[in-house]
């Protein structure tokens, strides 16, 4: 499997990935990995390669993304909040939000995390 080390147009990628994030709801997150299953794999990368690194494409994407996005509303597939410059920051906005966390610092994504539809948010918090 060849590595990837960033999806091959960036710029384009990491745009998809903004549209995206801006559509979760305040109160809601969504993991890298839930939002790289919303955008198929780019030309030249197969399936397999592209499940592989696409959560950390979105991962790029977050550390790069423009003011308008809420980049604090992406976690990791645990429901932390990845370890990093801005993780105390993340947290407090997510706080201010009414997003809870429990003993173990972990958000429960069976409540919290976003469907990916906004209609469908308050109805049903589950993943697709």
Known sequence: MPSFSSPPNQQSYYEE????VRQ??????ATYGQ???MIPPPNGVDIEAYKAFAPRWVGGAMANCPDDVPWQRVINSKGEISERDGAERQRLLLEEEGIKFDAKNR???KIFVW????ADDSKQPSLF
Request: proline fraction near 5%; hydrophobic fraction near 50%.
């Open 107 to 109: 958000i429960d994504l």
């Open 24 to 29: 979760i709801p305040r109160g809601k997150v």
């Open 35 to 37: 939002i790289a299953k």
């Open 17 to 20: 990935v903004w549209m995206i």
């Open 115 to 118: 469907s990916g539809n906004q």
